[in-house]
């Protein structure tokens, strides 16, 4: 008998388009050009919340037309199966979107994600509803619990991308789309097929200035990678919020780094009383090791670090046993790399080793100088996490402050964690004064004048004398304390003052 079509002709260009819609990176133009289309609309900005509930009712309505022409269709054998099958993942997905947020929100606040995850019959319960297990129980020829671990990848992703990564600048919104692809690639659906595992062995190096949010982008990859889970006893394989080991190499000396990263053995040195594992050994195959400041290193690290990224092998301080690494490397720097390299204080062989996925963080000046109204969204959301429901007001203080007393170019060379600094202190001390920005500070105009030797001698004079005149103000007194007569002092004393 000849394959049947579970959808209609009507209803096979809409299921088409849907496909398209599950693979596509959440943050990209791309995604939001399906979104639109989908709805019929013309080309233009992200969906409203409105239009996102609209779009999402789609592939529950084709999917509940198609699941009723399913057996009659022959089932897994027709012809557009795995396109009704993708649809339904992405039903399921959204489904479920909500126990999954629940679940990496308890983990935060908690610190630990490790227990059993109870809503995981009922995903098998609604999958096997759209996807009759009688249909041979694998999905893509992978079992369900793959799904779920899927799943609940993609969801740490898109969690972990929205809450680190704030604002609506085009450097936002690439960086998002850039963090999505280290995460999964520019092919999502080559990944979740063939790369889930794999990909833990790509090194992904981060760079950009000192504040602009390198660390936060490295956990974020970090806690967003794949991991299986044991349906058996209803259990990720591990506790994502605690598979992220951050090291800061330019807080460590040479010995100490070392220890950190490859632990020693009893009397290695002096000092080592006992046997200490090294984050390398600690960190499972799911876990990430992040070497911060990679640019500070010597190049005695660098070396064993090369090894280290060539072979996955490593030995602790005092040991000649080889130990493998599982987890995934990642690195950052704010310095200019090639300028190291020229130097000679970088490795060039261990410069190509790091830069196999490149992530750059834009500081906030580039930020601002492509979208000023910027500004106020970063305060306010700084502002929200710092002073709660006082936020608001909070972000309207620091927005005029920045106003009235920062200079308009003010270059902000602390970049995010500076601006941070400068809502705390605006709500602590209702003032900021940063080392760079004392320099820059708006000069009084007088000063300025005094300084391009504008005033003529009396301007001068007059200057001088109306200012004391606010300390003291008598004719006669202030005469005494500039050797200069009453009729004098008053001539020189600006009329508004
Ligand atoms: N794009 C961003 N969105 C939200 N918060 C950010 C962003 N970038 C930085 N931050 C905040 O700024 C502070 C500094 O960020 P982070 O430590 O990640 O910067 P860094 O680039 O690693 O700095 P350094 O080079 O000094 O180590 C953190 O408190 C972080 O929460």
Known sequence: MAAGKIFSEKDSKLALDVVQLVWANPFSGERIEIERR???????SRLSMEEFSRLLELPAQLLDRGRRRLAEAGGKSASDFDIYQQIAFFELFHQFAPD????????????????????????????????PAGLGGEYQGFPASRLF????QVRRAYYHIVHYIVGESDAARQLRSRVWQSIFTHDMERYQRVLTERLGDVITLITGPSGSGKELVARGIGLSRFIPFDATNRQ??????????????????????????????????????????????????????????????????????????????????????????????????NRDLAEEIDSGRFREDFYFRLNADRIHTPSLKDILANNASELE????FIARRVAGPEGSSLTAEVCDFIRKEMPAEYPWPGNFRELEQCVRNVLIHGDYTAEEFHSKRKVPEWQR??????????????????????????????????????????????ADS
């Not at 227990?115 to 098998?124: H, L, N, V």
């Not at 992220?244 to 330019?250: D, K, Q, R, T």
């Not at 009729?487 to 600006?494: A, E, H, I, L, S």
Request: with cysteine; aromatic share 14%; charged share 30%.
């Open 38 to 44: 989908l709805l019929g609309l013309g080309s233009g």
């Open 100 to 131: 999954f947020d629940r679940l990496i929100n308890d983990a935060h606040e908690r610190g630990s994600a490790g227990r059993r995850i109870t809503f995981y019959d009922r995903f098998e319960k609604l999958l096997d509803y759209w996807v």
């Open 149 to 152: 671990a899927v799943y609940f």
């Open 236 to 333: 990720f394989e591990e506790d994502f919020v605690r598979a992220f080991y951050p090291v800061n190499l330019s807080a460590l000396s040479t010995n100490l780094i070392e220890s950190e990263l490859f632990g020693h053995r009893k009397g290695a040195f002096t000092g080592a009383l006992k046997d200490r594992k090294g984050y390398l050994e600690t960190c499972g195959p799911y876990g990430t090791v992040f070497l911060d400041e990679i640019g500070e290193t010597e190049v005695a690290i660098q070396v064993k670090l090369l090894r280290l990224l060539q072979t996955r092998v490593f030995s602790p301080i005092g040991d000649t046993e080889s130990l493998h690494f599982r987890g995934k490397i990642m690195a950052a720097t």
């Open 377 to 380: 969204r970063l305060v306010g």
């Open 449 to 494: 004048r005094f300084e391009q030797g504008e005033f003529t001698a009396d301007e001068l004079l007059s200057e001088y004398v109306t200012r004391l005149y606010k300390e003291t103000p008598n004719y006669e007194a202030l005469g005494r304390r500039l050797d200069l007569d009453r009729r004098t002092v008053k001539k020189y004393v600006k």
